[in-house]
């Protein structure tokens, strides 16, 4: 049936209802809104399906520079947005957000072809990341070093780089209070370049078997009070992350 007609006889029905109810008693007055149900699901909508990844957010932008976002899609969940009809294909660019001991690491996918029907949902699944990963297993996915402490000790700890204590990410303080954990980022270089400090007074020294902060890497350690302990350290590249998605 004609669209217009359709809608035009549903209005010409709510008119009749109100009109018939609109002097009745008014503790018999019929819910018209139990009667029907308008749909908000008319037109064209695409639903991304990130079921491939269970542990990894997906951004979807529109643009190959990765400026206009057009979804947010959840770890193994679906996420529909509406959309003009393309039937001779629409792109999409997915960036994949990788949570690596409290940072966000991107990974930018390949692009996504995708017819798009008009008046319907169209369905778009998003490539498994591990999948896409095995293509460049080496490759670094940011420039930047982190460095996550442990404090098991009752003391604080504050981290220098020279003389000047640098702020722990995502708080507005340099100091990490006993029986927290702490995240730093750092720039690549010689581990001779900082200085772990308990209660900003007494020297904490750094494990004898590291040497050099590297560039695309997270260094975990772990303080019991007295010693620095590196329990690990991961590369920043698929390979490194395989774990993590």
Same mark, same amino acid.
């Given at each position: 049936?004609?669209?217009?007609?359709? +809608? $035009?006889?549903?209005?010409?029905?709510?008119? *009749?209802?109100?009109?018939?109810?609109?002097?009745?008693?008014?503790?018999?007055?019929?819910?018209?809104?139990?009667?029907?149900?308008?749909? !908000?699901?008319?037109?064209?909508?695409?639903?991304?399906?990130?079921?491939?990844?269970?542990?990894?957010?997906? #951004?979807?932008? !529109?643009? /190959?520079?990765?400026?206009?976002?057009?979804?947010?899609?959840?770890?193994?969940?679906?996420?529909?947005?509406?959309?003009?009809?393309?039937? !001779? +294909?629409?792109? $999409? %660019?997915?960036? %994949?957000?990788?949570?690596?001991?409290?940072?966000?690491?991107?990974?930018?996918?390949?692009? =996504?072809?995708?017819?798009?029907?008009?008046?319907?949902?169209?369905?778009?699944?998003?490539?498994?990341?591990?999948? #896409?990963?095995?293509?460049?297993?080496?490759?670094?996915?940011?420039?930047?070093?982190?460095?996550?402490? &442990?404090?098991? @000790? /009752?003391?604080?700890?504050?981290?220098?780089?020279?003389?000047?204590?640098?702020? *722990?990410? @995502?708080?507005?303080?340099? =100091?990490?209070?006993?029986?927290?954990?702490?995240?730093?980022?750092? !720039?690549?270089?010689?581990?001779?370049?900082?200085?772990?400090?308990?209660?900003?007074?007494?020297?904490?020294?750094?494990?004898?078997?590291?040497?050099?902060?590297?560039?695309?890497?997270?260094?975990? $350690?772990?303080?019991? @009070?007295?010693?620095?302990? #590196?329990?690990? &350290? =991961?590369?920043?590249?698929?390979?490194?992350? +395989?774990?993590?998605?």
């Amino acid at each position: 049936m004609n669209k217009r007609i359709t +809608g $035009f006889i549903l209005c010409l029905f709510v008119i *009749l209802v109100f009109a018939a109810c609109r002097d009745t008693d008014p503790d018999k007055q019929i819910d018209i809104s139990t009667w029907f149900v308008i749909s !908000s699901e008319e037109g064209t909508r695409i639903r991304f399906n990130n079921s491939n990844n269970k542990k990894c957010a997906v #951004l979807i932008y !529109s643009d /190959s520079l990765r400026h206009t976002k057009i979804a947010e899609v959840k770890a193994g969940e679906n996420e529909r947005v509406p959309s003009d009809p393309n039937p !001779s +294909g629409a792109s $999409f %660019y997915p960036t %994949y957000q990788i949570k690596v001991e409290g940072v966000t690491i991107p990974y930018d996918g390949d692009v =996504i072809v995708a017819r798009i029907d008009e008046d319907k949902t169209n369905v778009i699944t998003i490539p498994s990341l591990r999948t #896409l990963a095995g293509k460049e297993p080496d490759k670094n996915l940011i420039t930047e070093t982190y460095i996550k402490i &442990q404090n098991n @000790g /009752s003391s604080s700890l504050v981290l220098r780089k020279g003389n000047n204590e640098l702020f *722990l990410e @995502g708080a507005y303080s340099t =100091i990490l209070n006993g029986g927290e954990t702490g995240l730093y980022k750092i !720039s690549a270089g010689s581990v001779s370049d900082y200085s772990l400090r308990e209660n900003t007074i007494y020297p904490v020294d750094f494990p004898g078997n590291i040497t050099v902060f590297s560039a695309a890497y997270i260094y975990l $350690f772990r303080f019991d @009070g007295t010693t620095l302990v #590196l329990q690990k &350290q =991961i590369k920043l590249t698929p390979a490194g992350l +395989g774990e993590y998605f």
